[in-house]
């Protein structure tokens, strides 16, 4: 191959390689920009989770007040008893309807966009009984939710909620992670296949001879056939190379013994029969190279 047609080659795979480079380095900065962004939406969640709790059960005291007729008396703080389990309480005596707290408490979540999985008790302040309680799986109908109708007379209540499920946003955002988690694998996988087809365009781009369906690379001691490279020795690569610049032209015998051996001081026997013989064996896949034999004068590469 001509230096002119290598040159071509390498002006016209640059732009692509350096294409390539470009839209991988941004989509990475992309993913890294949103993995960044999630990680933060999660962390907030996570962190403001109690604080949206307190306000959503501290409208749910105040609700229950109402219902009592109940303008004036406070609500107490919101207590959180672990991570997800708060309790409210009250400062007066009240009583609850069963249907009016579970309907309150699913109202007050919903607004606050809280977790619809939940264990809910009302227990007595004197004994800490549970005087009543009721499980919600997202509704009433999926839900357990006992006694309807029995109202809990007046007394001095404490009202407690156990979230079972996590934020389905949470949810939603940790699939996200995953989803951007497998792009950045496929990027790298992309990234290392186009970075794979840069090192072969280059390797094409180096000098070589095509001969046959070889192509012969003098500099670096191979022969490459298709995806099979061919290690050479020295000797066999320069004795090629000679011939290589001499195709379908006969060799004499004392001119390749003394370009390959004797200008360098060395003084050979059969070594040139050798190492002809090891050549044409890794040429032997080629029909349409062949290294003649040309009796009492030397050897001939024979390219059809």
């Known amino acids: 191959m001509s230096t002119s047609v290598k040159s071509h080659q390498i002006v016209c795979y640059l732009p692509i390689i350096m294409n390539t480079k470009t839209i991988y380095l941004f989509r990475s900065f992309t993913l890294c920009v949103l993995l960044s962004c999630i990680l933060s939406c999660n962390k907030d969640t996570k962190d403001h989770f109690p604080e949206l709790v307190k306000v959503s059960l501290r409208e749910v005291g105040h609700q229950l007040l109402l219902t009592n007729g109940d303008t004036t008396s406070v609500v107490s703080p919101v207590i959180a008893l672990d991570e997800n389990k708060f309790q409210v309480t009250f400062e007066n005596t009240l009583s609850i309807q069963p249907d009016s707290l579970v309907a309150i408490i699913k109202r007050s979540f919903e607004k606050a966009d809280l977790p619809q999985h939940y264990i809910t008790e009302v227990t007595q302040c004197e004994d800490f009984e549970v005087a009543y309680s009721y499980a919600m799986q997202e509704n009433a109908e999926k839900g357990i939710i006992p006694c309807r109708g029995r109202e809990l007379k007046k007394g001095c209540y404490q009202v407690a909620v156990q979230f079972t499920e996590v934020p389905a946003q949470n949810k939603t955002q940790t699939k996200v992670l995953y989803i951007l988690f497998l792009v950045f694998l496929l990027l790298l996988v992309v990234f290392s296949y186009r970075r794979t087809s840069k090192q072969k365009i280059e390797t094409d781009a180096v000098d070589f001879t095509a001969l046959g369906r070889f192509k012969f690379y003098p500099e670096q ?19 090629l190379a000679l011939f290589v610049a001499q195709p379908n032209q006969v060799i004499k015998r004392e001119e390749l013994t003394k370009k390959v051996w004797e200008d360098k001081g060395v003084i050979v026997g059969r070594s040139l029969d050798t190492y002809i013989s090891k050549l044409r064996n890794k040429l032997k896949e080629d029909s349409s190279i062949k290294i003649i034999n040309v009796h009492g004068v030397g050897y001939k590469l024979e390219v059809h």
């Open 221 to 239: 001691n191979k022969l490459i056939k298709e995806a099979t490279e061919i290690s050479l020795s020295k000797k066999e690569c320069e004795l």
